[in-house]
T-cell receptor, first 112, second 115 residues
Framework: RKEVEQDPGPFNVPEGATVAFNCTYS??????FFWYRQDCRKEPKLLMS???SGNEDGRFTAQLNRASQYISLLIRDSKLSDSATYLC?????????????FGIGTKLQVIP | GAGVSQSPSNKVTEKGKDVELRCDPI?????LYWYRQSLGQGLEFLIY????????KSGLPSDRFSAERTGGSVSTLTIQRTQQEDSAVYLC?????????????FGPGTRLTVL
């Protein structure tokens, strides 16, 4: 099993739709998780952090399911500007050694 | 304030040449990370620094790759005897202390093309 798995998509959705992405991870010891957004040919930028039970920020909701080892990102009322690749990020911090694993990313295309 | 900067933004080199990529993190950030992103691929974690120390170098793809950080600030990633498979965007990020709790701020990347 890959350390972090995402469906690469693309997800093509109409404006105003609700769309959800999942990300599964293999390291059960991971404590924190992040969603980053990457626009085409740009650097990744933090979208949301996901601690304990989840996080909500406007149209975006991120949730964590520890039992099944996945995090999700829900986008409501999709905008054209939401078109991007969404990266799931799972840092691990064991014995003072950090490692940061990015998923391959899920590409979202919001269609007018 | 200034974000993470990287130089050069683009580098074209011939196979077998050495290249040096530079990263200037956000001032005060103790953690610095190097990643590689090949076309259509995810980010590959290469190495991180806590201060000037790189505790784990196992993510570096081969012994042709090396990195250093001086003064707890600027970092350089050196690739010796470049190969065509080294062509990628090399991204640098910094965070206040650690990626498990702090936001990583990315630089714009260096696009390396090995002919």
């Amino acid at each position: 099993r890959k350390e972090v798995e995402q469906d690469p998509g693309p997800f093509n959705v109409p404006e105003g739709a609700t769309v959800a992405f999942n990300c599964t991870y293999s390291n059960s010891a991971s404590q924190s998780f992040f969603w980053y957004r990457q626009d085409c040919r740009k650097e990744p930028k933090l979208l949301m952090s996901v601690y304990s039970s989840g996080n909500e920020d406007g149209r975006f909701t991120a949730q964590l399911n520890r039992a099944s080892q996945y995090i999700s990102l829900l986008i409501r009322d999709s905008k054209l500007s939401d078109s991007a690749t969404y990266l799931c990020v799972v840092p691990s911090d064991s014995g003072g050694y950090q490692k940061v694993t990015f998923g391959i990313g899920t590409k979202l295309q919001v269609i007018p | 304030g200034a974000g993470v900067s990287q130089s050069p933004s683009n580098k074209v080199t011939e196979k077998g040449k050495d290249v040096e990529l530079r990263c200037d993190p956000i001032s005060g950030h103790t953690a610095l990370y190097w990643y590689r992103q090949s076309l259509g691929q995810g980010l590959e974690f290469l190495i991180y620094f806590q201060g000037n120390s790189a505790p784990d170098k196992s993510g570096l793809p081969s012994d042709r790759f090396s990195a250093e950080r001086t003064g707890g600030s600027v970092s350089t990633l050196t690739i010796q005897r470049t190969q065509q498979e080294d062509s990628a965007v090399y991204l640098c990020a910094s965070s206040l202390v650690r990626a498990s709790t702090d936001t990583q701020y990315f630089g714009p990347g260096t696009r390396l093309t090995v002919l």
